[in-house]
């Protein structure tokens, strides 16, 4: 069964610029949630979508955006990057069920802002 | 607020000792617990859960124990060796949310 994937790898951008990344959740998996790695402030929650609908969002400005497909598959956006968006970008997905279950991460993609 | 660098707490040990990471969690209504393990240049790594009705769970080489009256869970790692060198997060589940709150992390370092 493969794992969470997520592309790029790596990145870097500019200020001023927009990023999109992507991630595709393990087959059967529908929950598909992101989360920002820095040494800083650690692993914090982004938003979390099933079934194509946001259903958590963590405490980030409006520039931080995303998107489910029917297949599951995920994107993110950064609108306006600024520096202290370099960090790694985690995805994670579940199969949601009652009570709580494991979330399994991809590799994140590592953004550098410059 | 202003934010504080994080400096991770760190244990180094020996290959072939005991390691036991310990985690503090805030929300008494957290009902399930998840160690996860990441490696350098990697993904967290789901390493054992266990649910609150419980106090102790084992896996291979791994014991985790919730004490809920203190609100703590400690993982333990039998005969430690240097790949288990990570970085170890618990996180906290709470009400059926689906979305776990991680912990800050430990660095395990080990000495061949």
């Known amino acids: 069964k493969a794992g969470v994937t997520q592309t790029p790898r790596y990145l870097i951008k500019t200020r001023g610029q927009q990023v999109t990344l992507s991630c595709s959740p393990i087959?059967?998996?529908?929950?598909v949630s992101w989360y920002q790695q820095t040494p800083g402030q650690g692993l914090q929650f982004l938003f979390e979508y099933f079934s194509e609908t946001q259903r958590n969002k963590g405490n980030f400005p409006g520039r931080f955006s995303g998107r489910q497909f029917s297949n599951s598959r995920s994107e993110m956006n950064v609108s306006t990057l600024e520096l202290g968006d370099s960090a790694l970008y985690l995805c994670?997905?579940?199969?949601?069920?009652?009570?709580?279950?494991?979330?399994?991460f991809g590799q994140g993609t590592r953004l550098t802002v410059v | 607020g202003e934010s504080v660098g994080l400096h991770l707490p760190t244990l180094s040990v020996q290959e072939g000792d005991n390691s036991i990471i310990n985690c503090a969690y805030s929300?008494?209504?957290?009902?399930?617990f998840i160690w996860y393990k990441q490696e350098s240049g990697k993904g967290p790594q789901f390493i054992i859960d266990?649910?609150?009705?419980?106090d102790k769970r084992q896996g291979q080489r791994v014991t985790v124990l919730l004490n809920k009256t203190v609100k703590h869970l400690s993982l333990q790692i039998a005969a430690t060796q240097p790949g288990d060198s990570a970085v170890y997060f618990c996180?906290?589940?709470?009400?059926?949310?689906?979305?776990?709150?991680f912990g800050r992390g430990t660095s395990l370092i080990v000495h061949p």
């Open positions: 929300n008494s209504a957290s009902d399930y």
């Open positions: 266990i649910r609150s009705n419980m």
């Open positions: 994670a997905s579940s199969s949601r069920l009652q009570g709580g279950t494991e979330a399994f």
């Open positions: 087959s059967g998996h529908r929950s």
């Open positions: 996180a906290e589940n709470s009400g059926g949310s689906y979305i776990p709150t």
